[in-house]
Nanobody
């Protein structure tokens, strides 16, 4: 059974930074794709960033709204993905979820709240 545990959310002022972490427990040999999604009140869940590994190269993609401010990274030795969020804005306020694609299966974290005050 694979479980994802997130940490790092909280309350921050606009312009501040937070770093989210998501670690997978259970028997995992290879994680194809690690992603972060977010869902604000009254809105649909949206993709924030994703990172895939092909050989020794990582490929990352970002939503336009976070490009230049957020950085996704992964630590395959520890089955962990990170999201460094800088220059946070009030519109970044949401519950953030990590998502792992493993051998055709999808796993979600429980979500962590990020609140950015103006």
């Amino acid at each position: 059974q694979v479980q994802l545990v997130e940490s790092g959310g909280g309350l921050v002022q606009a312009g501040g930074s937070l770093r989210l972490s998501c670690a997978a427990s259970g028997r995992i040999f290879s994680i194809n794709l690690m992603s972060w999604y977010r869902q604000a009140p009254g809105k649909q869940r949206e993709l924030v960033a994703g990172i895939s590994n092909r050989g020794r190269t990582n490929y990352a993609n970002y939503a336009d709204s976070v490009k230049g401010r957020f950085t996704i990274s992964r630590d395959d030795a520890n089955n962990t993905v990170y999201l460094q969020m800088n220059n946070l804005k009030p519109e970044d306020t949401a519950v953030y979820y990590c998502n792992f694609q493993v051998s055709g299966r999808t796993y979600w974290g429980q979500g962590t709240q990020v609140t950015v005050s103006s």
